[in-house]
């Protein structure tokens, strides 16, 4: 039996749920997937017992207990270091860090606009004005990344920059966002990559009528 849980929502709408996965899968944790339906008041009153944000995901690996996707990641990194959830050298790693964070913390409008949704798939999409910056620092720190470490993932490897960015992949594939050859190249990357393929297959079997979650952007 698996000692640790992760309590996670949609896995079509929700981005960070997807986040905490992928990092639990690449420290390879032994855990239980706990869904949550967000829309089921009883499940939502559970959800309020367990972590006062009320956010996904929620990691309960033994004694410890974890929220917040940015918290996960470093929980696991110091409980699960031979995973190398971070890269070699210190740079490279303070690097790492700072665009893990900022994907964290930021990015509200094209979080807004582009909401998380692996089953749709539009030929084309007009982004929002508000939206355009944020879209254009994604491809500017993709750029910085590929070009300093040579890919194919943003740090040459798996890092927790790929799972925190693997769902604003995801958004550009959704809404058609055009992409230079090696930005597509990496996204393709991702998509291939086979915590990915594995996340999606699950997505793909969800009930299409599951709401989106304003919690999930």
């Not at 944790?29 to 949550?36: A, I, T």
């Not at 033994?62 to 995973?83: F, K, Q, R, S």
């Not at 355009?132 to 070009?147: G, N, T």
């Not at 790929?162 to 594939?173: E, S």
Request: proline residues 6%; charged residues 25%.
């Amino acid at each position: 039996m698996a000692k640790a849980t992760l309590t996670i929502s949609s896995k079509n709408y929700g981005a960070w749920s997807l986040r905490g996965w992928l990092l639990c899968r690449m420290a390879g944790l032994d855990f239980e997937e706990v869904p949550v339906d967000m829309d089921d008041p009883d499940h939502r009153q559970e959800l309020l017992l367990l972590s006062p944000s009320v956010l996904v995901p929620r990691l309960v690996d033994g004694e410890v207990t974890v929220w917040d996707t940015l918290a996960i990641a470093n929980y696991l990194n110091e409980e699960y270091p031979e995973a190398k959830l971070l890269p070699e050298g210190k740079a490279k790693r303070a690097h790492c860090r700072a665009v893990s964070g900022e994907i964290h913390s930021g990015f509200y409008n094209l979080r807004s606009a582009l909401p998380m949704n692996l089953k749709a798939q539009h030929k084309s999409f007009k982004i929002f004005s508000g939206a355009r910056p944020d879209v254009e620092r994604v491809k500017e720190i993709w750029s910085e990344c590929l070009d300093a470490y040579g890919g194919p993932f943003l740090f040459g490897r798996p890092t927790m920059a790929d799972a925190m960015w693997a769902p604003v992949c995801t958004r550009f594939r959704t809404y058609a966002v055009p992409l230079e050859p090696k930005l597509q190249a990496y996204c393709d990357t991702v998509f291939d990559w086979d915590l990915m393929k594995e996340w999606t297959e699950g997505a793909m079997a969800e009930p299409d009528e599951i709401v989106e979650l304003e919690v999930e952007f």
